[in-house]
């Protein structure tokens, strides 16, 4: 299987063809290596490709796009906690608390 952008033969599921997308973008297809019929090659648009890999588990460019989004808002609130513990340290430190270093206290 290889990727191609300009194919001879439209897609065998919807029918797609070389037709660039509203934005001007063309579509790419997926040569399957096979023929089928009367010598025509399998080949199948990037729409129907990610129809099947959903149907397969695989997540949808929607779904990983607000993944990112989650995982970026968790980054950050990450960071603003690890912030404000070190501040909560350091006021400890000045009260004579001492803390284990942080690598012992994973290993714990």
Known sequence: MHVIEITPQPCMVCGMGNTPTADGARRQFVDLERDTFWDDPAV???????????????????????????????????????VEMDSMKRRARRLGIDFLPDEVAEAV
């Open 44 to 82: 199948l648009c990037e729409d129907c490709c990610l129809k099947i890999a959903g149907l397969m588990g695989t997540p949808s460019p929607e779904e990983l796009a607000r993944a990112d989004v989650k995982i970026a808002g968790l980054t950050r609130e990450l960071h603003t906690l690890r």
